[in-house]
């Protein structure tokens, strides 16, 4: 059988790394839309609504809009924005926050694609707190980096045409300094935590890739979990994923390209035994398992074809 999957949105960063994981794929016909015709209001609804599975790679105004647009109910829609990942109706795509995620996410007919920097916070932090060894109540922060393709087009121009006039002066630099960044909610709902954890998202001079850090003070928890406990919760946690893998923490270098290229995402646990002090450590790439990657498995889930297929381990 084939599936008929319409990206609305191909032309973008997200959109294109999509197309490109399903490029020559054995049972997927992509429903493409010629330049002129995207813009053509009728012929766009049409593709919305004559597809089996639809994509959406939109502003979030925008990808509300194509979801008001879609009139047969056979539709069934991941989208990658952040219009929809707290929506009550929808179902939140991160097939392995949860025991039955996936299943859920297969039986949806809606499913909301992960943020980037929220896959790397919930996939520390989210096996731990139902484990119970972090209270509910702990206020986290959450220090991130990310490429500067996380930006879209916009950071990606600021980057790459400061480059191409000889400037190298931007290597680092943080923002979200208003501490209202969109993913705050979403790590909060999913983590199901009691307050919005402090996010403080940087970007790099590098095209891709992205680095997730939660401290921990194990010392001031009830339970006073040991760094080598936490390490075996998210190995229990994640112990059947093809796609995410815990790493020991003998081998200290970790660097934002560590998962660049690849639709995976890999968690260490470092930590000071005399101090009970950790470091919860996440690597992926932000447009693969943070966007892209985590649409695709999306699909294939949905689909009822195998996870990973398309997908760089």
Known sequence: MTIRVFIDGAVGTTGLEIRERLDGRDGIEQLILAEADRKDPAKREDALN???????????????????????????????????????????????????????IAEAARV??????????????????????????????????????????????????????????????IYGLGLAHKHVAEMQKHARIEHAPIFLPAVANTYRGMVVEVPLPLHAFTRRP????????????????????????????????????????????????????????ATLDNLGKGAAGAAVQNLNIMAGLDPVAGLVL
């Not at 990658?80 to 926050?97: N, Q």
């Not at 893998?245 to 260490?268: F, K, M, N, Q, Y």
Request: hydrophobic share 40%; glycine share 8%.
């Open 50 to 104: 004559s597809a089996d599975f639809v994509i959406l790679c939109l502003p979030d105004d925008a990808a509300r809009e194509a979801v008001a647009m879609i009139r047969n109910e056979k539709v069934r829609v991941i989208d990658a924005s952040t219009a929809h990942r707290v929506a009550p109706d929808w179902t939140y795509g991160f097939a392995e926050l949860e025991p039955g995620q996936s299943a859920a």
């Open 112 to 173: 909301s694609n992960p943020g980037c920097y929220p896959t790397g916070f919930l996939a520390l932090v989210r096996p731990l707190i139902r484990a119970g060894m972090v209270p509910l109540d702990h206020v986290f922060s959450v220090n991130a980096v990310s490429g500067y393709s996380g930006g879209g087009k916009s950071m990606i121009a600021e980057f790459e045409d400061r480059a191409s006039e000889g400037f190298t002066d931007t290597a680092f630099r």
């Open 226 to 281: 040991s760094i080598e406990a936490c390490e075996n919760v998210l190995r229990e946690a994640y112990k059947d994923s093809p796609l995410v893998r815990v790493l020991p923490a003998d081998v200290p270098l970790v660097r934002i390209e560590e998962d660049a290229g690849t639709d995976r995402l890999s968690l260490r646990v470092f930590g000071n035994i005399e101090t009970g002090q950790a470091r919860l450590v």
